[in-house]
């Protein structure tokens, strides 16, 4: 009975692994869209000492 357990379990490893590959996605990412520019573009200033 040990083989068949064996066997048994890498089956069932394989099978979950390909399950998880080709399966349907599980992200819950919000979808959030484009978001407008509200600020001020960025102007370095002439002789500025960094």
Do not use: L
């Not at 399950?19 to 370095?44: C, H, L, W």
């Amino acid at each position: 009975m040990s083989i068949y357990r064996t066997i048994d379990s890498m089956a069932r490893y394989i099978s979950e692994a390909v399950t998880r590959i080709f399966g349907p996605s599980d992200d819950a990412y919000p979808m959030t869209g484009v978001q407008p520019f509200t600020g001020e573009p960025f102007k370095p200033q002439r002789n500025a000492e960094w």
